[in-house]
């Protein structure tokens, strides 16, 4: 069994955002960048697949040299090794090109990631490798067992979950409570080191989207606050003011 | 060239959000000048539902009343769309985001060769180009994105556009689509869904708790409010990670993004995680007993205060103003 694992490089969720370039680059100045969290559940979940099931597990990330020290993460946690598709990842469809044609040719029986990246949170990479490689995808998966060549899930749905059964191969976007993260050990650290990482090139082009432009929403002004024994107060202006009620 | 919109149903009943898509696809059209706009309902839904399309703007509903259509199964949905697409000679998608919606979504841009544009928050600008914004960093920034596909799908964020309610009927046609069984791999074994509830992500309301609401035993005053309010609860990462509130309930920045008129947060300091799901609120009201909360300065209304004596005192407050 081969599982592979996509994973986003992206800002630590407190990250205050910013931009620079009159607003045409994100501004990386003081900016950690982790394991997409989704990403971090759905390698978590693979690293115990993999121990139960004796599965390889391969990481997979679309981007430039600076996501070698996230994929190097992704190796301490318990990847046993990792490819970088070495480009920009211009748009959702460009990255679900890379991963497809990764696919295709080493042939993963299940493909695991994030239900969805946190810069841009289109959840779309997952149903597009699906369709390119012509396999079901599920989407948010909160529970994956793998039970010989069936798959069970649970799925959060709006208001509660939905169980579902399919078959392999499976591509799975994934978010808690899948499994609990998993912080590298210091042996999973050294390791990771010397594990492979191979670095190939983008092997399809085209996109249909790209972004001119980025805006910081407009400042919030200030709270205005109710007296504790005035209640009824808020309820006014809920009703006059903010005209909501 | 028309303009097809994806509509979702709970059992039978039509999202709010999907009528929203409907009016932001009728409000695209007029701007562009494009053609009709047609509605696509899959599975079993009544003529009643389906007139409700009719007012939020589309001029026909294309209707496949086929079972094995009724739940989200995510390869078929994405068959049927494409097929009712390409037979209406759509250019452009519209859909509301949603967990469903996002999988079909993303199938269909590959089978149709299309740009997806999710979390769009405006009608698309054309003056040159053609150019739409949309919400990035769960609602911390947007992005002006020009789009170069001749086919478009839009996924709508909630409130893009104001739901139109006074249009006319629509013309129902019922169609039948042969889908391949291919389609049908996954297969739903069971859903445990909370009935009779107002959904996190449709509510124009949201009263959601957070640890200082001490624990689980307490959470009859957030649904007491809610109540009153006609609202869906919510609450914080911490109080769905320690089990006291289901995994659906949690609102932030890895949980349920929400875009109500009103958000109130009971007991949430407002660390930036949960403030990322609650950013497209359009109003925002923070009870706490901590002034120096981070929440307060996000918010447009605050009480400081102890929860337990506030929460009774608004409930009693909300069903006075009726």
Redesign the interface.
């Known amino acids: 069994m081969k599982i592979l694992v996509c994973i986003t490089h992206v800002p630590d969720t407190t990250s205050k955002i910013h931009f620079t370039d009159n607003n045409t680059k994100f501004d990386k100045n003081g900016v950690q960048f982790i394991i997409g969290p989704y990403d971090d559940y759905a390698l978590a979940r693979a690293v115990e697949l993999k121990d139960q099931l004796g599965a390889s597990l391969t990481v997979l990330n679309v981007g430039e040299a600076e996501t070698e020290p996230t994929l190097r993460k992704a190796l301490a946690i318990g990847a046993d090794d990792a490819i970088r598709v070495n480009a920009f990842p211009k748009d959702s469809l460009f990255v679900a090109n890379q991963i497809a044609a990764i696919a295709k040719e080493n042939g993963y029986d299940l493909i695991m990631m994030g239900r969805e990246s946190i810069d841009f949170n289109g959840g779309m990479v997952h149903g597009m490798v699906g369709e390119l490689l012509g396999m079901p995808s599920v989407s948010p998966v909160m529970k994956l067992e793998v039970d010989g060549d069936i798959v069970k899930m649970a799925r959060e749905i709006e208001g509660g979950k939905e169980y579902l059964e399919a078959k392999l191969p499976l591509i799975a976007g994934c978010q808690e409570p899948i499994a609990e993260w998993k912080i590298p050990n210091m042996r999973g650290i050294m390791s990771a080191r010397t594990k492979p990482l191979q670095v190939v090139e983008a092997s399809v082009d085209g996109v249909n989207t790209e972004v001119i432009a980025y805006q910081l929403p407009p400042a919030k002004g200030s709270v205005k606050l109710v007296d504790k024994d005035n209640v009824p107060e808020l309820v006014r202006l809920l009703k006059n003011e903010a005209k909501v009620l | 060239m028309s303009v097809l919109v994806y509509i979702e149903h709970?059992e039978g009943s039509v999202k709010k959000t999907s009528l929203e898509a409907v009016s932001y696809g009728k409000a695209l059209s007029d701007k562009l000048s494009f053609g009709e706009v047609v509605a696509v309902a899959l599975g079993s839904i009544s003529a009643d539902e389906l007139g409700k399309v009719g007012s939020a703007g589309a001029s026909k509903v294309i209707h496949v009343n086929d079972n094995k259509l009724n739940?989200?199964i995510?390869?078929a949905h994405?068959d049927a769309v494409a097929q009712v697409y390409n037979q209406v000679g759509a250019g452009t998608l519209v859909l509301a985001k949603?967990?469903?919606g996002?999988?079909?979504?993303?199938?269909l841009?590959?089978?149709l060769n299309?740009?997806?544009?999710?979390?769009v928050v405006e009608l698309p600008d054309n003056t040159s180009g053609y150019?739409v914004?949309r919400?990035?960093?769960?609602?911390?920034?947007?992005?002006?994105?020009?789009?170069?596909?001749d086919h478009k799908i839009l996924a709508v964020k909630k409130n893009a556009v104001d739901l139109k309610t006074d249009g006319t009927a629509a013309q129902v046609e019922e169609v039948t689509l042969s889908i391949a069984d291919a389609n049908f791999?996954?297969?739903?074994?069971?859903?445990?869904?909370?009935t009779g509830?107002v959904?996190?992500?449709?509510a124009d309301?949201v009263v959601s708790g957070g640890r200082g609401m001490k624990g689980p035993e307490n959470w009859g005053m957030i649904e007491d409010l809610a109540k009153e309010?006609g609202a869906a609860t919510g609450c914080s990462k911490p109080v769905s990670d320690i089990g006291w509130r289901p995994?659906?309930e949690h609102v932030g920045?890895?949980g349920v993004k929400v875009a109500p008129?009103?958000y109130v947060a009971v007991g949430i300091s407002g660390a930036?995680?949960h403030l990322?799901g609650v950013?497209s609120s359009?109003?925002i009201?923070?009870i706490n007993k901590d002034p120096e909360a981070p929440f307060?300065?996000?918010?447009?209304?605050?009480?400081?205060?102890?929860a337990f004596?506030?929460l009774p005192?608004?409930t009693e407050?909300?069903k006075?103003?009726k």
Do not use: M, W
Not at chain 2, 114 to 119: P, R
Not at chain 2, 135 to 149: L, M, N, Q, R
């Open positions: 709970a739940e989200g995510i390869q994405a949603s967990s469903l996002d999988a079909v979504a993303a199938r841009a590959v089978k299309a740009a997806l544009v999710s979390n150019k914004k919400s990035i960093y769960t609602g911390k920034a947007f992005a002006e994105t020009v789009v170069t596909a791999a996954t297969k739903i074994t069971s859903t445990d869904k909370a509830e959904l996190l992500p449709e309301i309010l995994h659906h920045q890895t008129t009103l930036i995680q990322a950013n359009k109003y009201v923070v307060f300065k996000a918010a447009d209304y605050g009480i400081v205060g102890d004596e506030i005192k608004l407050a909300v006075a103003q």
